[in-house]
């Protein structure tokens, strides 16, 4: 059974930094992509960053691009997102999600499996 787990959601003053965790189980790591996506109350679900587990490719929305990092630990099955320099912007629940679909991008209608979410607020 496919699972994927997100952690590390917090509240956060503007400019302060988090690394959001994604462990994934279930299926084979090497041959999926995984995309983390945001979404604000009131607005869609954006894609943020996305990466292929087998060759590390990454890809970044135009609006974290800088200040969000994605980073794979095989061994752990583990996805991270480093998010840096937060605004009040990104403010959202951040999913991970798993894509056997390449390349996958930021699409979500090619990711199969998600999971339930990690909030993060950024106020002061």
């Known amino acids: 059974q496919v699972q994927l787990v997100e952690s590390g959601g917090d509240l956060v003053q503007p400019g302060g930094s988090l690394r959001l965790s994604c462990v994934v189980s279930g299926f084979t790591l090497n041959y999926y992509t995984i995309g983390w996506f945001r979404q604000a109350p009131g607005k869609e679900r954006e894609g943020v960053s996305c990466?292929?587990?087998?060759?590390?490719?990454?890809y970044y929305a135009d609006s974290v691009k800088g200040r969000f990092t994605i980073s794979k630990d095989n061994a752990k099955n583990t996805v991270y997102l480093h998010v840096n320099n937060l605004k009040p912007e990104d403010t959202a629940a951040y999913y991970c999600?798993?894509?056997?679909?390449?390349?996958?991008?930021?699409?979500?209608?090619?990711?199969?499996?998600w999971g339930q979410g990690t909030q993060v607020t950024v106020s002061s």
């Open positions: 990466i292929s587990l087998s060759e590390g490719n990454t």
């Open positions: 999600a798993a894509s056997d679909i390449q390349p996958a991008r930021l699409r979500p209608e090619r990711y199969a499996y």
